[in-house]
């Protein structure tokens, strides 16, 4: 691990523009992917921001019936918190098939939005990769891909957005806000806040340099059955070869929202209202243009049957 400095600011704003004055610095607060990519030599900040002491851990109740869920709650409290359990289980279900329980305790709101691609040739950094040295290629569109999209990639990259949680956000509709050194706001659809890879997939997010997390928001609850279904390549302690995050009513009418496939959780709103005719009509939509390789074309037949499952669940 490189050297670098560290500082602990008192406000929001103020680690904004700590950051945003400085190319090369970093917010950290549970750390459970950036230092791991630090000691890798993946990401090389040479300033860290720690904004754990800032206030945002706490979740409140919004005018319009929803939740304001603070940027440094913990996954844990999240997962367990009341109001998650009973309004939102889709999320709490999400949250809890994520990492260890160890790792859910460091781990924040904002930090698990963040978090990098799991790719194995961006973690190889004898490997060429685009999103961790634009322009130096994609090793894994030649190489072993099973884990990785199928759809939503480039020819630039072909990366899987590794995480749970903002599947289920992305099936409830949350927005995401943020401020800048500047002190100013912004709130961002969570349907836009994961970007696709393009040409740039060195860039994850819309996030402007310096912004900050402070909070996500989820509308108000949504009726219908909440599930998540995640497969997997062990019990636990595993990233999504396939999720589901679903809100489905008995006569199979829903939202629904793909993890494991995409460089971002993947959602088509246009294919939900075919939710009642089964799962292949949807599946058929959401994933048309899909562009597998051969080592992972499994993942659509196993996208259709994981839904499949869940409309079982939801009808039972």
Request: overall charge positive; glycine content about 8%.
């Amino acid at each position: 691990m490189k050297s670098f400095t560290y500082e602990r600011p008192t406000s929001p704003a103020e680690a904004a523009a700590a950051v945003a004055r400085n190319p090369d610095a970093k917010f950290i607060a549970g750390g459970t992917n950036l230092l791991d990519l630090m000691k890798l030599q993946i990401e090389t900040p040479s300033h860290l921001v720690d904004v754990n002491g800032l206030g945002l851990d706490t979740v409140e109740a919004t005018q319009d019936g929803g939740l304001r869920i603070g940027a440094l709650v913990r996954n844990t409290d999240l997962a367990a918190d009341a109001r998650v359990r009973k309004d939102y289980g889709v999320l709490s279900r999400a949250l809890l098939a994520g990492a260890s329980g160890q790792l859910r305790n460091k781990a924040t709101t904002a930090g698990n939005l963040l978090q990098r691609t799991r790719c194995p040739y961006f973690y190889d950094t004898a490997q060429a990769c685009n999103k961790r040295q634009p322009g130096s290629g994609c090793s894994a569109i030649d190489g072993v891909s099973r884990s990785l999209a199928v759809i939503g990639s480039s020819e630039a990259c072909i990366a899987t957005y590794p995480g749970d949680m903002a599947v289920a956000m992305r099936v409830l509709d949350a927005t995401v806000e943020t401020v800048d050194g500047k002190g100013k706001g912004r709130t961002i659809a969570i349907a836009d806040f994961h970007r696709l890879p393009g040409d740039r997939p060195e860039v994850d997010t819309t996030l402007k340099p310096g912004e900050l997390i402070t909070a996500v928001t989820l509308p108000k609850p949504v009726a219908g059955t909440h599930i998540y279904r995640k497969v997997r390549d062990r019990a636990s302690y595993a990233y999504a070869l396939v999720s589901v995050a679903a809100i489905l009513n008995k006569d199979g009418s829903g939202h629904v929202a793909f993890g494991g496939v995409a460089p971002r959780p993947w959602r088509l709103e246009a294919a939900e209202a075919d939710l009642p005719r089964g799962a292949k009509a949807v599946t058929d939509k959401v994933f048309a243009g899909a562009k597998p390789t051969q080592d992972n074309a499994f993942k659509l037949k196993l996208a259709e049957r994981t839904l499949s499952a869940a409309l079982t669940q939801a009808r039972a």
